[in-house]
């Protein structure tokens, strides 16, 4: 059974963090679509054979504690993706491997889905003002960050096995 909306109004609230989100509202009070517009934090660059997450200089502070950590989980958008169309897959051979059974995007890492985040987890090289550089990263050079998230088990290991 198909269901109509009829959009009754639409609320634009910007985050005290500079995000925006949209509300759309539905005459079914239970539908609610939202829209989140995110922010680039910096961008992968990859330069002289090192790889590097360059923040924005006003994210320097942010930083403060993971030269301690051994990895970095690095979020980022998958921008050269950016079609309606490739939003649309939700099925891909994993790796693009043909030989690979035809698998939903959720469970893959595929560049191919409805919201283009990608993660990875990088090993951390050195830690330096505002730059990361790690060992590696599966991005291509100029792709905005848009978050990073410490190792939360390398967190909570005892300093000395760190």
Same mark, same amino acid.
């Given at each position: 059974?198909?269901?109509?909306?009829?959009?009754?109004?639409?609320?634009?609230?910007?985050?005290?963090?500079?995000?925006?989100?949209?509300?759309?509202?539905?005459?079914?009070?239970?539908?609610?679509?939202?829209?989140?517009?995110?922010?680039?934090i910096?961008r992968?660059?990859?330069?002289?054979?090192?790889?590097?997450?360059?923040?924005?200089?006003?994210?320097?502070?942010?930083?403060?504690?993971? %030269? &301690?950590?051994?990895?970095?989980? !690095?979020?980022?958008?998958? *921008?050269? #993706?950016?079609?309606? %169309? &490739?939003?649309?897959?939700?099925? !891909?051979?994993?790796?693009? *491997?043909r #030989?690979?059974?035809l698998?939903?995007?959720?469970?893959?890492?595929?560049?191919f889905?409805?919201?283009?985040?990608?993660?990875?987890?990088?090993?951390?090289?050195?830690?330096?003002?505002n730059?990361?550089?790690?060992?590696?990263?599966?991005?291509?050079?100029?792709?905005?960050?848009?978050?990073?998230?410490?190792?939360?088990?390398?967190y909570?290991?005892?300093?000395?096995?760190?």
């Amino acid at each position: 059974m198909k269901r109509v909306m009829t959009i009754i109004g639409a609320i634009m609230v910007v985050c005290s963090t500079g995000c925006e989100k949209k509300m759309m509202r539905t005459q079914d009070e239970n539908i609610a679509h939202e829209e989140f517009r995110i922010h680039p934090i910096g961008r992968v660059v990859r330069e002289g054979g090192k790889t590097l997450i360059v923040l924005d200089d006003k994210y320097q502070n942010g930083l403060l504690g993971l %030269e &301690k950590q051994k990895h970095v989980h !690095v979020l980022y958008w998958f *921008d050269r #993706n950016d079609t309606p %169309e &490739k939003r649309a897959v939700l099925q !891909v051979h994993p790796r693009g *491997d043909r #030989n690979n059974p035809l698998t939903g995007v959720f469970a893959t890492h595929s560049p191919f889905r409805p919201n283009l985040i990608a993660i990875s987890r990088c090993e951390i090289i050195a830690v330096r003002e505002n730059v990361i550089e790690v060992a590696e990263i599966d991005a291509f050079d100029n792709t905005p960050v848009i978050d990073l998230k410490g190792d939360f088990f390398d967190y909570y290991r005892p300093a000395q096995e760190r």
